[in-house]
């Protein structure tokens, strides 16, 4: 079964924002995504707003047909508008406020509490939950134990070190990938991720489900143009 592609659009909203109208239109590009093949859209709002606004999220999720992915640190703010807007899947980053990027995954028993709560407040909402996560077996088990639906696995390290060599720099994810599927933890990746080093992850990680790519997927658009881009992204995931 392909792995699914579910595109990022923070970049867009980035664009549109750097000029304070309406253009790009971030709505159209969601649906014209979804148009192309893309089998999600996902969003990641930052206190600051400087890409996706939190009042993007309802327009995003009245036009969605396909899955609907928010991103980010469980602020109270956070979640509010998550638990207004009920995505399909929330997932849950610990980038603090002002992070360029988020880099690193959740250690797990250092937020135990946090995590265990802010789970369950959004299944109780009918939202699937997935934690992002260092690609590391033993941490699976705590994403289990605080009810996690989904771990994300941080792909930047892969990213960095995938053409020195691609064995080593995916072997940790063949792990905890393993190890999430042991457990029952359904299993998605995002980070870095690109035309080249995407076709390898998704055959080497086992019962990987979904990606989600925003920063190499829309550059290549400039290129390629957003349908071509999403058909030769999904073409990887295959
Ligand atoms: N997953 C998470 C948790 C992210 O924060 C990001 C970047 O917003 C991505 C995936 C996508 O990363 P990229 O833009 O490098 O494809």
Redesign the pocket.
């Given at each position: 079964m392909a792995v699914k592609l579910s595109v990022?659009i923070?970049k867009v909203a980035l664009i549109r924002n750097s000029r304070g109208g309406n253009l790009p239109n971030l709505k159209q590009v969601a649906i014209d995504c979804e148009e192309f093949g893309a089998d999600g859209i996902t969003v990641?709002p930052r206190p600051d707003e400087r890409h996706v606004r939190y009042s993007d999220l309802p327009v995003l999720k009245e036009c969605n047909t396909t899955e609907f992915n928010i991103?980010g640190y469980p602020s109270e703010q956070f979640l509010n508008h998550v638990k207004t807007v009920k995505p399909h899947q929330c997932?849950l980053?610990p980038?603090p406020p002002g992070v360029l990027?988020?880099s690193e995954g959740w250690d797990v028993l250092r937020h135990k509490e946090l995590l265990s709560r802010v789970i369950a407040s959004l299944q109780d909402d009918g939202i699937r939950v997935s934690l992002?996560m260092e690609p590391d077996a033993k941490q699976m088990s705590y994403a289990k134990e605080v009810g996690a639906d989904r771990v994300?696995l941080y792909t930047g390290r892969y990213a960095d070190n995938y053409h020195d060599d691609r064995e080593l720099a995916v072997a940790e994810h063949v792990g905890a990938g393993r190890e999430a599927n042991l457990l029952g933890l359904g299993l998605n990746a995002?980070?870095?991720?690109n035309l080249d080093n995407l076709a390898y992850y998704c055959q080497q990680v086992p019962g990987l489900l979904e990606v989600?790519?925003?920063?190499?997927?829309i550059t290549d658009s400039l290129y390629y143009g957003l349908q071509n881009t999403i058909m030769m992204y999904l073409q990887k995931c295959k």
């Open positions: 990022n923070n990641h991103e997932t980053v980038d990027t988020s992002f994300e995002g980070h870095d991720l989600s790519i925003g920063h190499a997927l």
